[in-house]
């Protein structure tokens, strides 16, 4: 019979109720196994069984059920621990109460058992490099550090790159150029010091056209950004954290992993002394990362040298972006210049420049393709693009062990 059997645990009777608003079958709830062992008799097996993520011996049921319902879609709704995530027999994991427009038969979001199912069983356990930790930064908020740390992100992924970004600036939304309103994890997974393998660790990120993020969260402390760069670290050649504006405590630690360290800014004379403050308090501190001053939405030559001038006492390798409307405002990332490019537009051209440098990125790591492989890859992007007994403890009883304009960028 086509039903949806609701087993809610510790969220009774709020996770039936959320079920029902799917409005995608009849829902049915079992509060023990009595009632579980009298619907299924009655019903058959359900096309659905969504779980709540309290229930007592979670992992060993839910695999008890996954062999008792053989062709039942299996949902856990809660919070899992990485060990649970790891071994859990279920079809999706996903938080509760759901994220905003979530629903199962859909898969509009990005939820943790679709991450962890992207990282192959022989992968999981091996890491891949330690090869870059590049931090974007800016004295101020504005300057564009997320849209240049999400199209670095994208230029790397282009080439087959695994690269991973971390938002670890609280009022951040890096998850929103993924098409990703409301993501079900975040860095606050790394509040306490738990060990992730990379099935776990890819269980936190969101992930679109190759770029991974791993979500900002309300509080990032410095302790939370450590651990989760070394996680990430491990698994992944190049990590790109967007950092919160200014010096903060979260810099002070993020450094002593870095690598790279950008600084972006802008040419506005309101921000060229900031800018200036910013460079001088960050050299003072004891840091093996590269610097690099980066000025964005240039229009003119002129703004490029007063940028030179006020920081020619600091020896600081100074790169530019020209300015693009198009990235005043919040996009998905197809439509980043970088992303299409067929080199009719400055800008993406001054793009690559800029990341090759930025990142000491040497030919001999595939950092750049020719124009013509630039233009096949194009054209064949866009040709693809037209075609078409477990019940006795259940309960706790037993023993069983395209582009859409959102508002202005930051």
Known sequence: MDYILVIPAGHSPVLAQAVEAWRIAPVEVAHNPGELTSITEEKGEPRMLVIGATMPNLVPNVAAMRKRFPSTKIIVAGTLTPEQLREIQADDVVRFPFPVGYRPEEAPVWTPMQAARTVGREETEKPMGKDRVVLVTSAKGGDGKTTVAMQLALWLAKQKVPVVVIDADYAGNTHEWLNVPNPAQSIAAFERDTPFDRAAFEGLLVARNGVKVLPHARVVTPDMLARAIRT????????????????????????????????????????IPSTVQFVDEVKRYDTPAKLRVIVNRVKDEDEVRRVRAALEDYKTPILTLPFQEGLLIDDDPEFVPIAGSKGKDPYPSAFRKMAVRALDWEASKGAERSEAEEVKADKSDTKAAKKPGFFASLFGGGKTKKPKKKGAKR
């Open 232 to 271: 990430a670290k491990a698994f992944y050649p190049v990590v790109i954290v967007d950092m919160h504006q200014g010096l903060t405590p979260q810099l002070l630690v993020a450094k002593d992993f870095a690598t790279h360290l950008l600084i972006m800014t802008t040419a506005s004379e309101r921000r």
